[in-house]
């Protein structure tokens, strides 16, 4: 324990409860612990840093001043949560945090009757916490009560369209309900957009305005030290009279801009707010992300996701890299085509680095578009991008392009508008959960008219996808790849631009073929060397696309075989499936063909490392070996000889 800060008063908080006895000033105490015991902990785990950070004090404030879990605190994304596990009664397993049978690093129902509601995914807060308001104002019943809901949102989080919705619902509605702007300026890359600029200039460029006018209606939602004029009061004051209009044009009272950490303008605010509201409110509080932790307050992203790290240096302790990622490889593949042709440009929402388009930003800063939290509008944005004789790539995570579906349906596909989709995080992704799986966009893509869907079986094949997109101009194309590092294959020079439509014979064998569909291709060379020991040689492809098949190859795989088994990282419902209904058109099973199916189940896997995830998933290499002994039979023929 001696490498663990002391935290003499946070040690005596087992719940929010517990809060409420101390003054003003052992809250900040409190407040003081609680940053290092944040910091102490993700040094352990890896994760979530600087959002968490920037947010302390909002989150003992909150839990002093409000009675949760009757009333609802909602964190958008919730990533910035890990202090609030800390105080509600989560502690003692906070250094299992994204770690298999550990703590969520987000809110998670099951986890905590202080985690309301489940995030992951942002803008959803105000959303959320209007429900339960309704949902009080109408007598719903929940086991803890239903009392006051609080959104906290961040200012990267509020550019999202569905967060207007939201607050142009609730603003309607008029019912009570508490919306905390958490601006840090900082989502995970800089901000961007109008929205950013005008949150700026709300405590950057506006003129003090006489107090007494500013007064006006705004007074009696402050707490008598404000009344009294002191300079605080004048400052929020000022942002009050200038500033807010945007919100209040909406529907709701303005508060703010007011400082974060500061919890002498926190603490009497939220208890004012909490005696005094009578229909939705906006308080607006300046923070800071990474606040109080050098390393992360210096670095670009404000330690935004960090790995597991020295808490004295803030040196991350990463695993050294066998071969290079897939999304390095996307992103320099791309940046090396855009030098050749200037009709292909990038867009992104919030994840310039993550998609590792940073390349393309920092060479063609003219052909990159970060459009903020707001995979509709980029979508769209894309798909008249192409329809203007652009090549556009449109790079985002498998689990955020699910947000912007209606619009790959609508704007892309149906108008035949040849937008390339790099599917980021295709599969399981270890600590992130199930919120951030990449496990539907198979079926969602490739059940779509017009739309080719590849996935690439190693970073070779991934280079060769990226070529054959951007020279792809008759619809819209994807490809699909996963999180983490390559299979450190060699690499080519210069891509290969692919036959649509035609997959790849990896090995020629008898009785069984293995048909690949992505990265699951590596383990499927591991079962074959398995049951080679055996004396069963399996043929092995690679499919390279679920849309459109490769109908020679998979016919003659099924009339070569007495058994075909397809393997792939997505649901139900994706390549397998597809491969399934042209055999059954074919007419395949009418002669006695055996054919499996290896997905992902029809379940949410929780947290854990990738190895442990497609375990729980059996399907790595040693439940593909047992797959082709089942359905040929051999084991069952041990089975009986034993």
Avoid at 564 to 586: K, M, N, P, R, Y
Wanted: some cysteine.
């Amino acid at each position: 324990m001696t490498d663990r800060p002391q935290t003499p008063l946070l040690d005596q908080i087992a719940s929010p409860a517990d809060l409420k006895r101390l003054s003003d000033a052992q809250l900040e105490q409190v407040a003081h612990e609680l940053r290092q015991e944040t910091i102490s902990a993700v040094s352990v785990t890896g994760g979530h840093l600087g959002a968490g950070l920037g947010v302390v004090e909002l989150t003992v404030a909150l839990h002093a001043v409000f009675d949760t879990p009757k009333d609802k605190v909602i964190w958008d994304v919730s990533h910035q949560c890990y202090p609030h596990k800390i105080l509600t009664g989560r502690r003692d397993r906070i250094r299992t945090l994204r770690m298999k049978d550990g703590l969520s690093g987000f809110t998670k129902r099951s986890e905590s009757a202080f985690d309301p509601f489940g995030a992951a995914h942002s803008s959803t807060s105000i959303s959320a916490a209007l429900g339960f308001s309704v949902a009080r104002d109408l007598g719903g019943v929940t086991e803890e009560g239903l009392g006051d809901a609080i959104a906290v949102i961040g200012d990267g989080a509020m550019s999202a369209g569905m967060a207007f919705e939201a607050m142009n619902n609730a603003g309607h509605l008029g019912k009570r309900l508490i919306v905390i702007l958490n601006d840090n300026e900082m989502s995970i890359a800089p901000p961007v957009g109008a929205l950013s600029s005008y949150l700026s200039r709300l405590y950057t460029e506006a003129p003090f305005h006489d107090l007494k006018a500013a007064a006006k209606g705004a007074v009696s939602l402050l707490p008598e030290p404000f009344r009294e004029g002191a300079k605080r009061a004048k400052d929020m004051l000022k942002g009050m009279a200038m500033g807010g209009t945007l919100f209040e044009s909406l529907g709701f009272s303005y508060i703010g801009p007011i400082d974060g950490h500061d919890m002498d303008q926190l603490l009497p605010v939220l208890r004012t707010v909490k005696a005094r509201a009578n229909g939705p409110i906006l308080i607006h509080a300046v923070t800071k992300k990474g606040k109080g932790y050098r390393p992360a307050e210096v670095a670009r992203d404000k330690g935004h996701a960090t790995a597991k790290f020295d808490m004295v240096t803030g040196e991350q302790k990463k695993a050294p890299s066998n071969a290079p990622s897939y999304t390095s490889i996307f992103g320099k593949t791309l940046a090396e085509l855009a030098a050749q042709d200037s009709k292909i440009c990038a867009v992104t929402a919030a994840m310039p680095d993550g998609t590792g388009l940073n390349l393309m930003a920092e060479r063609y800063p003219s052909r990159t578009f970060d459009v903020g939290i707001a995979e509709q509008h980029g979508v769209t944005f894309a798909a008249a991008l192409a329809a203007g004789g652009m090549k556009p790539f449109c790079a985002m995570y498998s689990t955020f392009l699910q947000r912007g579906y209606d619009q790959v349906v609508h704007d892309v596909a149906i108008q035949r508008l040849p937008v390339r989709f790099a599917i980021d995080r295709a599969g399981l992704v270890g600590a992130d959960g199930a919120t951030h799986a990449g496990a539907f966009d198979i079926g969602f893509m490739a059940n779509l008219p017009g739309m080719v869907v590849m996935a690439a079986a190693d970073e070779a094949e991934l280079k060769h996808m990226v070529a054959t997109a951007a020279a792809y101009d008759d619809g819209p194309i994807a490809f699909r790849y996963p999180r983490g590092e390559g299979e450190g294959v060699e690499m080519p020079d210069q891509p290969e631009i692919l036959e649509i439509g035609k997959g790849r014979m990896i090995q020629n064998g008898k009785r069984v073929a293995l048909l690949s569909f992505g990265t699951r291709l590596g383990e499927v060379r591991k079962a074959a060397e398995a049951l080679a020991a055996r004396g069963i040689t399996p043929t092995i492809a690679d499919a390279r696309f679920a849309k459109p098949l490769d109908r020679d190859m998979i016919l003659n795989l099924a009339a070569e075989h007495e058994a075909l088994i397809t393997v792939e990282e997505g649901a139900v419902g994706g390549f397998g499936s597809h491969v399934a209904q042209l055999l059954s058109d074919e007419g395949v099973f009418d002669e006695g063909l055996k054919f499996r199916s290896m997905v992902l189940p029809d379940t949410f896997i929780d947290q854990a490392s990738p190895k442990d995830m497609y375990d729980n998933a059996a399907m790595n290499a040693e439940h593909i070996e047992a797959k082709v002994l089942d359905v040929l039979g051999v084991a069952r023929l041990d089975e009986r000889r034993a």
